[in-house]
């Protein structure tokens, strides 16, 4: 028998998974990496936008896109522990837009052409066929809408997955294009972590 401790931390209910979760997604360093709300902005998201994140996490990017854009934010994720807690955190800050959904299998939970800006933030090395799934998020990307994908440089760095399961830049570009993107730019975010943004 499995059995799941809930407790109240900072106001809100957690368990051991999510806690720990939480530490390592919302660092300091991590956040001044990724820079959440600068990030966004400089991808063109603004209000009356609609994100789907997938892999939201603790939704360290859906939770302040829901400030910026009064419109529906996704918040996509697989594992029900996170998805819980994206409820507690849509409650605590009154974030009526936030739409935490559950994605089940290689399929995203999404009609065709819905979102205007697609992110996927240090989750594609988690994922078995990034193919199929680089493909489902130009599926549901809009004709003129962007993706935004995260990854961990492809060397030792401060933190990140072990080497073996690192995606290098040159090969996500490459499978972004045979995935059906047509342009790719690719930005460095740090010492960590590095930004490819795709068009169709
Ligand atoms: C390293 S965390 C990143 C969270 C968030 N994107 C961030 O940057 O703070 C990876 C998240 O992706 C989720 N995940 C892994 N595979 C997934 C999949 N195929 N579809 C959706 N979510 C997935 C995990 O449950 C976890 O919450």
């Known amino acids: 028998m499995i059995v799941r401790v809930i407790y109240r931390k900072e106001g809100l209910y957690m368990n051991i998974f999510v806690e ?5 997604l919302e660092s300091e360093d991590r956040i001044n990496e990724l820079s959440p709300k600068e990030t966004l902005e400089k991808l063109g998201f603004k209000d009356g936008m609609i994100l789907c994140d997938i892999g ?3 939704g360290l990017f859906s939770n302040i896109a829901a400030k910026i854009s009064s419109n529906s934010i996704y918040a996509l994720d697989i594992s029900d522990d996170m998805l819980e807690y994206l409820e507690e955190k849509k409650k605590e800050l009154s974030l009526s837009n936030l739409i935490p959904t559950k994605v089940v299998g290689d399929t995203l939970p999404l009609e065709s052409e819905k979102a205007d800006l697609a992110i996927m933030v240090t989750v594609l090395h988690e994922v078995n066929n990034q193919k199929e799934m680089l493909k489902e998020i130009k599926r549901v990307i809009k004709e003129d809408g962007r993706a935004f994908i995260v990854e961990f440089h492809n060397s030792e760095t401060p933190f990140g997955p072990p080497l073996s399961r690192r995606i290098d830049s040159k090969d996500l570009i490459s499978l972004s294009k045979e995935a ?3 342009k790719v ?5 740090g010492v960590n972590m590095y930004g490819i943004i795709l068009e169709k």
């Open 56 to 58: 939201a996490g603790t």
């Open 185 to 189: 730019e690719e930005i460095n975010l």
């Open 20 to 24: 720990k979760m939480k530490s390592k």
């Open 180 to 182: 059906g993107f047509t």
